[in-house]
């Protein structure tokens, strides 16, 4: 069974919206990522966090925000959604080496 | 600050040929290197990494890398390789323990069908 789940795990939301992106692992890691997905390219990282009720800003954080209530679930929120939001968005988790990342499913979001 | 690139976009495989993946990376230390595969509608799996010693690491599915500080690259291979192996790969890059990754823009193998 996966060990990174990742709800919803596709949406379509309105500009202006408020959209919440959750993610749970299983795996008992410390480390939690967010990373986008945009067609045709790589993945940057949104947000990430070391431990529970802490988060730290990635390469692109400027829209969005990140909730660490426990070491299991890590969240991204969007409290303004944007166009320029539409990609795909992978959680990932790793132990305290940070070497091996396992990621969830994706959840792809469609600003309209 | 630190970049990983993938010159090529795309790549065709054909059945039972070889398959060179190529990856370079900007980073003035000694880099944590790893690849990953992502499957047609599935999310992304760890194939192999790169921490320090031998600089040829073998991993799953039959890939191996390469790690030659020379020319700073990191290029991913495997032999013989298989349609199934038709994914898109990307190279990532860590400047440490305990330091996120940054990837790149990934290559997509595309099988080349007789």
């Known amino acids: 069974e996966a060990a990174v789940t990742q709800s919803p795990r596709s949406k379509v939301a309105v500009t202006g919206g408020k959209v919440t992106l959750s993610c749970h692992q299983t795996?008992?890691?410390?480390?939690m990522y967010w990373y986008r997905q945009d067609t045709g390219h790589g993945l940057r990282l949104i947000h990430y966090?070391?431990?529970?009720?802490?988060?730290e800003k990635g390469d692109i954080p400027d829209g969005y925000k990140a909730s660490r209530p426990s070491q299991e679930n890590f969240s991204l929120i969007l409290e303004l959604a944007s166009l320029s939001q539409t990609a795909v968005y992978f959680c990932?988790?790793?132990?305290?080496?940070?070497?091996?990342?396992?990621f969830g499913e994706g959840s792809r979001l469609i600003v309209v | 600050a630190q970049s990983v690139d993938q010159p090529d976009a795309h790549v065709t495989l054909s059945e039972g040929a070889s398959l060179e993946l190529r990856c370079s990376y900007s980073?003035?230390?000694?880099?944590?290197l790893f690849w990953y595969v992502q499957y047609p509608g599935q999310s992304l799996q760890f194939l192999l990494k790169?921490?320090?010693?031998?600089?040829v690491v073998k991993g799953t599915k039959g890939f191996e890398a390469e790690f030659r500080k020379s020319n700073s690259s990191f290029n991913l291979k495997k032999s013989p390789a298989h349609w199934s192996d038709s994914a898109k790969y990307f190279c990532?890059?860590?400047?440490?323990?305990?330091?996120?990754?940054?990837f790149g823009s990934g290559t997509k193998v595309i099988p080349c069908l007789p």
């Open positions: 990932a988790s790793s132990d305290i080496s940070g070497n091996t990342l396992y």
């Open positions: 795996n008992n890691h410390d480390y």
């Open positions: 966090s070391y431990v529970a009720d802490s988060t």
């Open positions: 980073y003035s230390a000694a880099p944590y």
């Open positions: 790169y921490i320090t010693g031998d600089t």
């Open positions: 990532a890059l860590s400047t440490g323990f305990a330091s996120a990754l940054t």
